[in-house]
């Protein structure tokens, strides 16, 4: 009686752990995005004009912030470089914007050989100089 009793606690057991570490998809989907601040970046334009921005990243996992952080420099020198690709006539349209988010995702992501950039945001963005 007590093995049996022993043996069906084991299996519920297992049951209701498979189905607490099951997720779905849409479960998954759920889990709540991880940034990385990179803070003001400042970057030269064409026409001698300046970008001064604030420059969040939407990355892959909590795993890889400390990443970004390590390689803090080189990733200051990938969004920079990325910046620096626009004309100025690009920062002042949306779809310019868009472009230069892309750019630096295509940048870090191309520096660390994997897709961990989802997104790039600036919540601030304001083109001077000239």
């Known amino acids: 009686m007590v093995v049996a009793l022993a043996i069906l606690i084991f299996i519920l057991g297992t049951i209701a752990g498979f189905l607490i570490l099951k997720q779905t998809p849409e479960q998954a989907a759920a889990a709540p995005p991880v940034y990385v601040n990179l803070g003001p970046v400042i970057a030269q334009v064409g026409g001698g004009r300046f970008i001064r921005t604030e420059v969040q990243l939407e990355i892959a996992g909590p795993e890889y912030a400390g990443l970004f952080e390590t390689y803090r ?18 920062l002042y349209s949306i779809e310019g914007k868009r472009k230069a988010q892309e750019v630096i995702a295509a940048h870090l992501n191309h520096y660390f050989e994997k897709p961990l950039v989802e997104e790039v945001y600036f919540s601030s963005f304001m083109v001077s100089g000239g």
């Open 73 to 90: 420099p080189q990733v200051m020198d990938r969004v920079v470089n990325g910046l620096g690709q626009m004309s100025e006539q690009d």
